[in-house]
């Protein structure tokens, strides 16, 4: 009993692959569907009475394409306006984005070494201000900004506020920029930080 069930089982398996075929020709340009089935068995009474989606049409034209995905903005519009805002957000973030970069991945500063005044002050009021633990992170008091190697991930270089009572806080400045983005564009940020945060 378990044989005969086991045989009708893997006598319907062909089948399932044809049909497989069939219905990922169909998804495919026709250009595509060659390779997978022949126009014969694309267009056969056969292929249409195995139970594919696709109605024949007759042995003169192709079946119907199917219907194609609805696109994700309701109209040109709302993506028109979403692409300029996008411009508008990154001619914003990008200067104090590349400044901060800049300041971490190159041989500006070493480790340790704290930011000159003009570079601490860009910091303090283009990212730290905007951190959503901005607070916390100055606790008791700003002394100075560092660029020093994360105590957890050693090969990771970051900013430190240095307070008046001698102890380091890192900051990411990622947190920094989508508070910001958050606070000046809402409406857009959840779609722009999505996009353009990993």
């Not at 126009?39 to 034209?61: F, K, L, N, R, W």
């Amino acid at each position: 009993m378990a044989s005969s069930a086991a045989s009708l089982l893997l006598r319907g398996v062909p089948l399932l692959r044809v049909r497989g075929l069939r219905a990922a020709a169909f998804a495919l340009p026709r250009r595509y569907t060659s390779s997978l089935l022949s126009d014969a068995e694309i267009h056969s009474p056969a292929a249409a009475a195995s139970g594919s989606e696709c109605e024949p049409t007759g042995s003169d034209g192709p079946p119907p394409l199917p219907s194609q995905k609805a696109s994700p903005w309701t109209d040109l519009a709302e993506y028109q306006q979403w692409v300029n805002k996008e411009d508008d957000i990154l001619k914003d973030i990008e200067p104090i984005r590349n400044f901060a970069k800049e300041i971490l991945h190159s041989n500006r500063y070493t480790d340790g070494e704290c930011l000159n005044a003009e570079d601490e002050k860009m910091v303090i009021e283009k990212l730290l201000h905007y951190h959503h633990n901005s607070d916390d992170k100055i606790g008791c008091g700003l002394n100075s900004i560092v660029v020093d190697r994360h105590p957890e991930f050693r090969h990771s270089r970051c900013l430190f506020v240095v307070r008046t009572n001698g102890s380091l806080m890192d900051f990411s400045y990622h947190k920094c920029l989508k508070a910001y983005i958050r606070h000046k564009y809402p409406s857009h940020a959840e779609k722009f930080i999505l996009k353009h945060f990993k």
